[in-house]
């Protein structure tokens, strides 16, 4: 059965902290990964990974995926309070299969 | 606005009754998405519509249907609601036949209260 795993499932740090989130992945006829932010609304969209190995970044988050491991990690350098949210990986076949997310707690 | 439109963003209705939640495209996009998110539940994929065809179909209960139409809006069919189902169901949208780089664009999400 697919899957689509994040860790940790929550995650409280201070501001100006880095933080790592981590999301593996068992789909089959894998395309690409995706990361999306979720505060109070709809998902918006982080970042689309296709190919091994090639970091994406925008401003203080980047990503980079592993196909070979099967997994990805969001970066988040320099945290905000404003990062506090919901940060959903998907992994993307003939649908796009969500994992549970991990809330990220940023505190002043 | 992400350019996909869901109406309407709330309803509140009965257990046994039957809803409709609609949904717009962005423009250009062939394919829509329905998925359903529960409280402390992520997101779970219901069914794929590309071009007024079923493409994929995920945890979707045989009470619940789809549709696209040809001007490319689609409809979510809820019947016989049960207290459950009381959820936040969002519309996505994406285009194939372009570049996908801006990957998944989400509507704001139709909340659905069942009483």
């Known amino acids: 059965e697919d899957k689509v795993v994040q860790s940790p499932l929550s995650l409280v740090v201070h501001e100006g902290d880095t933080v790592t989130l981590n999301c593996s992945y068992e789909?089959?006829?894998?395309?690409?990964l995706l990361w999306y932010k979720q505060e109070k609304k709809a998902p918006t969209f982080l970042f689309m990974l296709?190919?091994?190995?090639i970091e994406k970044k925008s401003g203080r988050l980047s990503s980079i995926l592993d196909k070979k491991e099967l997994f990805s990690i969001l970066n988040i350098t320099a945290t905000q309070t404003g990062d506090s949210a919901v940060y959903l990986c998907a992994a993307e076949n003939n649908d796009m299969r969500f994992g549970a997310g991990t809330r990220l707690t940023v505190k002043p | 606005d992400s350019g996909v439109t869901q109406t309407p963003k709330h309803l509140i209705t009965a257990t046994g009754q039957r809803v409709t939640l609609r949904c717009s495209p962005r423009?250009?996009?062939?394919?829509v998405y329905w998925y359903q998110q529960s409280l402390d539940q992520g997101l779970q994929f219901l069914i794929q519509?590309?071009?007024?065809?079923?493409?994929a179909k995920g945890n979707i209960l045989e009470r619940f249907s789809a549709q696209q139409f040809p001007d490319l809006h689609s409809e979510l069919n809820l019947s016989s609601l049960e207290l459950g189902d009381s959820a936040l169901y969002f519309c996505a949208s994406s285009a194939f036949h372009r570049g996908r780089e801006d990957g998944y664009t989400f509507g704001s999400g139709t909340r659905l209260t069942v009483v």
């Open positions: 519509y590309y071009n007024g065809e079923e493409r």
């Open positions: 296709t190919s091994s190995g």
């Open positions: 423009s250009g996009d062939l394919s």
């Open positions: 789909v089959t006829n894998f395309r690409s």
